[in-house]
């Protein structure tokens, strides 16, 4: 079974400054795909950028960007230039298509504070 | 695009009552979606995966006659609480994905139950 592990119960951050949030995860297939999902208060779950496991550069979106090691099972994510706005619950997930269903599987998520 | 919708966004029901709730994909297709349970502080907890047409599979320790899902067509799936008890309180997300080989779920606002 795929595990997904975020170790960072809660993280802040100057507004401005970089802040990176970690994720591990468990598996022993070498095709899949990780995610990082924003949740603000509002609940509403939004994409924040996505990884596919078979390529070997890491993806970037503006100010968010991971750092994939695959190896290492290892994908955190870096925003730049934070926000207040970033402020939110940030959850790493796993997914392997090679399952039915393709379901993914997340991590207990990170509470992110970005102070002005 | 890929926007996912949820109704009723808050719900309150007697112990007892059951309680329906709509996850609707509003710009495309949806063959499979997805229901969480989300308790406060916590992170998503894959409940059930519907696909379009067949019966829903479900996590272990998650009770199918007490959690009814219905996928009656490629835009709607429901997810019915029978006779709902306060430990049923919590709240509950759906998603969606466009189809098989693609990874991205798109999640909806989520529907806050309270059952009194």
């Known amino acids: 079974a795929q595990t997904v592990t975020q170790s960072q119960p809660e993280m802040s951050v100057q507004e401005a400054e970089t802040v990176t949030l970690s994720c591990t995860y468990d598996t022993s297939e070498s095709n899949y795909y990780l995610f990082w999902y924003k949740q603000p208060p509002s609940r509403q779950m939004i994409l924040v950028i996505r990884q596919e ?6 993806a970037t979106e503006n100010r968010f960007s991971v750092n994939f ?27 392997n298509p090679q399952y039915n269903n393709n379901d993914m599987r997340f991590g207990a998520g990170t509470r992110l504070t970005v102070k002005p | 695009g890929a926007v996912v919708s949820q109704h009723p966004s808050r719900v309150i029901c007697k112990s007892g009552t059951s309680v329906k709730i709509e996850c609707r994909s509003l710009d495309f297709q949806a063959t499979t979606m997805f ?82």
């Open chain 1, 53 to 58: 496991a078979y390529k070997q550069q890491n």
């Open chain 1, 69 to 95: 090691q695959k190896a290492a099972k290892s994908f955190s994510l870096k925003i730049s230039d934070s926000q207040l706005g970033d402020t939110a619950m940030y959850f790493c997930a796993f997914m």
């Open chain 2, 35 to 116: 229901w969480y349970r989300q308790f406060p502080k916590q992170s998503l907890m894959l409940m059930a995966t519907s696909n379009e047409g067949s019966k829903a599979t479900y996590e272990q320790g998650v009770e199918k006659d007490k959690f009814l899902i219905n996928h009656a067509s490629l835009t709607l799936s429901t997810l019915t609480v029978t006779s709902a008890h306060p430990e049923d309180s919590s709240f509950y997300i759906c998603s969606a994905r466009m189809g098989q080989g693609i990874e991205t779920q798109y999640f909806g606002p989520g529907t806050r139950l309270l059952v009194l």
